[in-house]
């Protein structure tokens, strides 16, 4: 099991960049795949990016694709988002996500541990 924690969030202008990280508590962060999801209030949770477990392989939702880059570094136990060219759209909380079951999943229920979430507000 482990514990995510995400930073990076805030205020930005359209058309700058963040860079969120997701800090995971534990020895076995290596075994997991991550991924990126966001949520507007009164909508659905939706997937952004995901990262296998050695980082070889990656997952991008059309709707960020060319934008957003996700990334880790398995010896700080930590998944980043990379995310350029914001938009107001962009906006919402972004949670960090883990399982140790199959990569590059995009649905809700396919991540077993979930961080707290981090607000990103893009200004137009």
């Known amino acids: 099991q482990v514990q995510l924690v995400e930073s990076g969030g805030g205020l930005v202008q359209a058309g700058g960049s963040l860079r969120l990280s997701c800090a995971a508590s534990?020895?076995?962060?290596?075994?997991?795949?991550m991924a990126w999801f966001r949520q507007v209030p009164g909508k659905e949770r939706e997937f952004v990016a995901s990262?296998?477990?050695?980082?070889?392989?990656?997952y991008t939702a059309d709707s960020v694709k060319g934008r957003f880059t996700i990334s880790r570094d398995n010896a700080k136990n930590t998944v980043f988002l990379q995310m350029n060219s914001l938009k107001p759209q962009d906006t919402a909380v972004y949670y960090c996500?883990?399982?140790?079951?199959?990569?590059?999943?995009?649905?809700?229920?396919?991540?077993?541990?979930w961080g707290q979430g981090t607000q990103v507000t893009v200004s137009s």
């Open positions: 996500a883990a399982t140790r079951h199959t990569a590059l999943r995009v649905g809700t229920g396919q991540y077993e541990e």
């Open positions: 990262i296998s477990s050695n980082g070889g392989s990656t």
């Open positions: 534990g020895r076995t962060f290596s075994s997991y795949h």
